[in-house]
């Protein structure tokens, strides 16, 4: 099993940024980001192969998050820049060691993370 450990959530205002950050303690196929509001499903954001670098996206989160990886330190970035209020959730790090499809599925993914809070004021 591989340990997650996420990092970087917060309070900001609606058009602010943040980045998260998750280490994870040994390998991984694939990493992602998923989150989750109170009384809403779980939903995917974003995910990364970390062999090989592709990216899958959430319409939702296009054009405003990256997913990034650090593979010297096993850590995997998202950067959120232009939040929105409906963005405010617990922000979960999973990894999969097989490969997901499709990516952004929660139940693909067999190790996550405890979570971080983030909260966009508008």
């Known amino acids: 099993q591989v340990q997650l450990v996420e990092s970087g959530g917060g309070s900001v205002q609606a058009g602010g940024s943040l980045r998260l950050s998750c280490v994870a303690s040994?390998?991984?196929?694939?990493m992602a980001w998923f989150r989750q509001a109170p009384g809403k499903e779980r939903e995917g954001v974003a995910a990364?192969?970390?062999?090989?670098?592709?990216?899958y996206y959430a319409d939702s989160v296009k054009g405003r998050f990256t997913i990034s990886q650090d593979n010297a330190k096993n850590t995997v970035y998202l950067q959120m820049n232009s939040l929105k209020p409906e963005d405010g959730a617990m922000y979960y790090c999973?990894?999969?060691?097989?490969?997901?499809?499709?990516?952004?599925?929660?139940?693909?993914?067999?190790?996550w993370g405890q979570g971080t809070q983030v909260t966009v004021s508008s």
């Open positions: 999973a990894a999969a060691r097989g490969a997901p499809w499709p990516p952004l599925t929660p139940t693909r993914y067999t190790d």
């Open positions: 040994g390998y991984t196929y694939f």
């Open positions: 990364i192969y970390t062999g090989g670098g592709s990216t």
